[in-house]
């Protein structure tokens, strides 16, 4: 059996260093391939790009056995691209990040990174999402071992069709990190939170008098369930959450089953 | 009591005749204020702006009792910033529409439209998207009935927190459509459904001999539960689907929980 053909991606564009180490990290698994935003592409949701051309410039990486291109779309478009035009086979496994911070609660709505593995799924590959905690030191190494666990793990026993994996990494030394990091155990199967922010507006004035807005905001905790990837995270615990796309809600679904509108006529 | 506030939205753009619409029926429920992208932002999933300021423009949409706006971010940016930076008071209602084309399956993902109404759920406004099969005649009318009935039961009842309305409605002469559409029953409760594109990417080439691509695809239907919203569509009923932006797969969650990398230490 040849070596399982892996795709990676990002939200932070194609010169992020948490890229760089995920590479690194994967390199043992198998091939890897990167197709990343040619610019940062924080904070796009979902977005795929249909009314213009998408452009794509390989890129040398100085990494040996990595092939890497930049791409003008968004994560959700590098993944696509590259799994319908450009690698030669369908890749066994997307990775997208290492994150520049954390992906958890309503943050992963936003998320860029997240979206990308989204895509890996809707196409019906394994795919995770691996965001570190940054909070100053960002020492990606402990990162790079996690990761590298985590995407063994999936490749060796898969994932549920249209399941990925959003995995979130507290930003730790080494010896701080829990019992077992490195060999791959005792990390913790949570559920997306609700933690969200507490948003407002700046509202400036430009150098021509005229008005506008700049978004800005501090982090909320707002947790109903225990278990959360927001709580795990701050215990300094690893996180991972299955997620799906699958959005119905069955518990309003009930609830709405006895309104007027859905009365027979 | 005074009258509800409605905020309306979309990713058609302000000029879009579907927003026009969408204003002229839920006139008679309350005082209504547009805020929409200036320029149309398809296919943008929840995207908002941090790295950018957001500019906004008063525009005469010719409609006693309208204030409108035009923003120049993405339709989850028009709600947040209405919501929390331009509007006199929260919002009873938010209503993102009446979009050209459906929302159904896969593409609820991409929706600019959803993302609005997804994103006065997270502000925790009652909030529904409304849109349109769009194939060929796209006569407005019969919508503006529909999504009046259906705005005027969601203000109402309300909806449970974090939940919002995915409402598509078939492109049918007003005789075809559902018995009591016009009194606001016999709608189909419904659920998200998988169906999704065969996408592929076109490579052309640019007058200057560089290659680009462009996404296109046709739609797939791939549905293994009955009652989805794709469907109800094509059934020529009105779907009204419950969403949630708790993405938790809490099936994988049972599956994953014997996997080695959640054993203890």
């Not at 452009?55 to 696509?80: F, H, I, M, N, Q």
């Not at 978004?215 to 927001?230: M, V, Y």
């Not at 795990?232 to 069955?250: E, Q």
């Amino acid at each position: 059996m040849s070596a399982p053909l892996i795709l990676i991606s990002n939200d932070d564009g194609i010169q992020s260093p948490g890229l760089r180490a995920l590479c690194e990290a994967l390199l043992p698994l198998g091939e890897v391939v990167v197709m990343a935003p040619e610019v940062e592409r924080s904070a796009v949701g979902h977005a795929i790009t249909i009314s213009d051309p998408l452009r794509v410039t390989e890129v040398d990486l100085k990494l040996d056995g990595v092939t890497a291109y930049a791409c003008s779309g968004t994560p959700a478009d590098c993944v696509k691209l590259a799994v319908l035009s450009i690698l030669p086979q369908r890749p066994d496994l997307v990775v997208s990040g290492i994150n520049h911070g954390s992906n958890t609660g309503v943050n992963v709505i936003y998320s860029g990174t997240v979206s990308a593995a989204t895509e890996g799924a809707i196409l019906g590959i394994p795919s995770l999402a691996v965001s570190l905690d940054y909070r100053g030191s960002g020492n990606l190494e402990p990162s790079k071992i996690i990761a590298r666990r985590i995407a063994a793990g999936v490749l060796e026993t898969g994932l549920p069709t249209g399941t990925l994996l959003n995995v979130n990494i507290p930003d730790l030394p080494a010896e701080q990190l829990p019992p077992g990091w490195q060999e791959g155990h005792g990390y913790d199967l949570t559920v997306h939170g609700k933690s969200d922010w507490q948003d407002h507006f700046d509202r400036r004035v430009d150098p021509q008098d005229r008005v506008y807005y700049w978004l800005t905001g501090q982090r909320r905790e707002i947790e109903e369930e225990s278990n959360t990837d927001e709580e795990t995270l701050k215990a300094g615990r690893v996180s991972i959450t299955p997620l799906h796309f699958d959005l119905t809600d069955h518990r309003a679904r009930e609830a709405l089953a006895s309104w007027e509108l859905f009365k027979p006529a």
